[in-house]
């Protein structure tokens, strides 16, 4: 009989996998930025969002605030590598206006970090605070980079076209979601659950794009 541990460890592997995936699926939409040498309307806000739940499941994730998380911190690792190259790429090919604006969020996202963690590591003395205190802030960041692709909707209806809604992106944060979810309910993580099982923004935001597209398709 399989044990819960490696069960956990597979599904984790699993969704690790998945996670790099999510993480890449902007791959295309950057090779288009790339192209043109510009970002047009692209929105900077989904990897934003995403650079910064990185960072601090990479913090949650370590042996001195969450023990035993390995597959946590790792994979947030890479995502936040990951981040860091696409954000370079939209700064480089951003309007002056737009690349401060870029800028000057990275920075805030950045002293916000060094704050949190020195003052966690400091004033928290025990991991089972320290996983509260982390936990419930990787909470609201998770839940932003789940909303972050939704702030583009707008736009798909003014013009009427999907061409810069991340679809991949959605459909890749919900697989992600589901398999987290699995992986906490094995070994029951209560801050990895709560951000994952309920993926009613994932969800909505791929029935958008499939509507919007039969939509626009039809020339209505």
């Given at each position: 009989?399989?044990?819960?541990?490696?069960?956990?460890?597979?599904v984790?592997?699993?969704?690790?996998?998945?996670?790099l995936?999510?993480?890449?699926?902007?791959?295309?939409t950057?090779?288009?930025?790339?192209?043109?040498?510009?970002?047009?309307?692209?929105s900077?806000?989904?990897y934003?969002a995403?650079?910064?739940?990185?960072?601090?499941?990479?913090?949650?994730?370590?042996?001195?605030?969450?023990?035993h998380?390995?597959?946590?911190?790792?994979?947030?690792?890479?995502?936040?590598?990951?981040?860091?190259?696409y954000?370079?790429?939209?700064?480089?090919?951003?309007?002056?206006?737009?690349?401060?604006?870029?800028?000057?969020?990275?920075?805030?996202e950045?002293?916000?970090?060094?704050?949190?963690?020195?003052?966690?590591?400091?004033?928290?003395?025990?991991?089972?605070?320290?996983?509260?205190i982390?936990?419930?802030?990787?909470?609201v960041?998770?839940?932003?980079?789940?909303a972050?692709?939704?702030?583009i909707?707008?736009?798909?209806?003014?013009?009427?076209?999907?061409?810069?809604?991340?679809?991949?992106?959605?459909?890749?944060?919900?697989?992600?979601?589901?398999?987290?979810?699995?992986?906490?309910?094995?070994?029951?993580?209560?801050?990895?659950?709560?951000?994952?099982?309920?993926?009613?923004?994932?969800?909505?935001?791929?029935?958008?794009i499939?509507?919007?597209?039969?939509?626009?398709?039809?020339g209505?």
């Open positions: 009989m399989v044990s819960a541990e490696l069960a956990r460890d597979v984790g592997i699993t969704g690790n996998v998945i996670s995936f999510l993480f890449m699926s902007p791959v295309p950057f090779v288009q930025i790339w192209k043109k040498k510009s970002v047009e309307q692209f900077a806000a989904p934003l995403t650079l910064i739940n990185c960072v601090v499941w990479v913090l949650y994730g370590l042996p001195i605030v969450h023990p998380s390995t597959l946590v911190w790792t994979i947030n690792g890479a995502g936040t590598a990951i981040e860091i190259v954000l370079l790429l939209f700064i480089i090919h951003s309007d002056s206006k737009k690349r401060l604006k870029v800028l000057l969020i990275v920075l805030a950045v002293i916000f970090m060094a704050v949190l963690t020195i003052l966690v590591l400091t004033l928290v003395h025990t991991t089972k605070k320290r996983t509260v982390v936990g419930i802030v990787a909470i960041f998770n839940a932003m980079m789940y972050a692709p939704l702030s909707m707008k736009l798909v209806i003014t013009t009427k076209s999907v061409e810069y809604m991340p679809f991949f992106i959605s459909l890749a944060s919900l697989a992600n979601g589901v398999a987290w979810s699995a992986y906490a309910l094995i070994k029951f993580d209560p801050f990895i659950l709560v951000i994952h099982l309920p993926l009613s923004l994932a969800y909505t935001h791929v029935f958008v499939a509507v919007a597209s039969v939509i626009f398709d039809m209505l």
